[in-house]
């Protein structure tokens, strides 16, 4: 797996005096280079999973529900992937989310591929409170399908409260300082449209950090305790809207304290 992850990541950026001899060490003659990086990524999706990193503890079995709580009808595993999905004949016209049911972390670390439809609308609910009929209450780690809402940080009571490419620090009076540091636009383009993508979620203390496929999106420090939970349940949403699917794989996590 680390071969192909090196190839990939040359692939990906071939150094400044790659030359026909850099293609030929690599075993590359005669292949596009973006045929090559879609091959290189379908192995490394092959290969991964299912798997658990060091330290990681898989949430979620790849077979079926076990592990979690969601709204009947709406959240099925499909070839290894936990899928909800509306239509026409069958709109979600309320959010509502797929429960994690193995505990309520507060500091930790969790990576999970999602793969949205390109109207979808979901997110990853973390530190959070579980409320009635499905719903929840706290931090998500936001996402869609056209990839505008993906690496920011949403709360429930305050919206949109860190954008891709920000740092927001917070004070006891829940006034944000915010520094710049990624471009959201370059950022975006680490984000892949309509194929699978990697969160990454890091909670420690007051801090919450979100990278996508290996690049920091976005940071915030929030010490306010009645807005920032230190720890609660993780669940996955299904959004109302147009009609829409998102699907969920590889879900890991890490106690970090």
């Given at each position: 797996m680390r071969t192909v992850a090196v190839a990939f990541a040359l692939l990906a950026a071939p150094p400044a005096h790659a030359d026909s001899g850099w293609a030929v060490s690599l075993g590359l003659v005669g292949k596009g280079i973006g045929e090559l990086a879609?091959?290189?990524?379908?192995?490394?999706?092959?290969?991964?999973?299912?798997a658990v990193e060091a330290g990681f503890t898989a949430m979620f079995n790849?077979?079926?529900l076990t592990g979690w709580d969601g709204k009947p009808g709406w959240w099925t595993v499909v070839d290894g992937v936990?899928?909800?999905?509306?239509?026409p004949e069958k709109p979600c016209t309320a959010a509502h989310y797929l429960v994690w049911t193995g505990g309520q972390p507060g500091d930790f670390e969790m990576l999970a591929d999602f793969r949205l439809s390109a109207a979808a609308n979901s997110g990853i609910q973390i530190r959070s409170e579980r409320r009635p009929d499905w719903d929840t209450f706290g931090y998500q780690a936001d996402m869609t399908g056209d990839g505008s809402l993906v690496g920011f940080i949403y709360h429930?009571?305050?919206g949109l409260i860190a954008g891709r490419g920000d740092q927001a620090a917070f004070d006891g009076s829940g006034k944000a300082t915010v520094e710049r540091i990624g471009d959201p636009a370059e950022l975006l383009k680490r984000?892949?449209?309509?194929?699978?993508?990697?969160?990454?979620?890091?909670?420690?203390?007051?801090?919450?950090?979100?990278?996508v496929n290996g690049v920091v999106m976005c940071r915030i420090t929030d010490p306010q305790a009645k807005q920032a939970a230190a720890k609660g349940i993780i669940a996955l949403q299904m959004h109302p809207g147009?009609?829409?699917?998102?699907e969920f794989r590889n879900l890991r996590i890490r106690q970090l304290r």
């Open positions: 879609a091959l290189a990524r379908r192995e490394l999706d092959r290969v991964r999973v299912g790849g077979k079926d936990l899928t909800s999905e509306s239509t429930h009571s305050r984000f892949r449209p309509g194929d699978w993508n990697t969160y990454r979620i890091v909670c420690v203390g007051d801090r919450i950090t979100l990278s147009p009609p829409m699917k998102v």
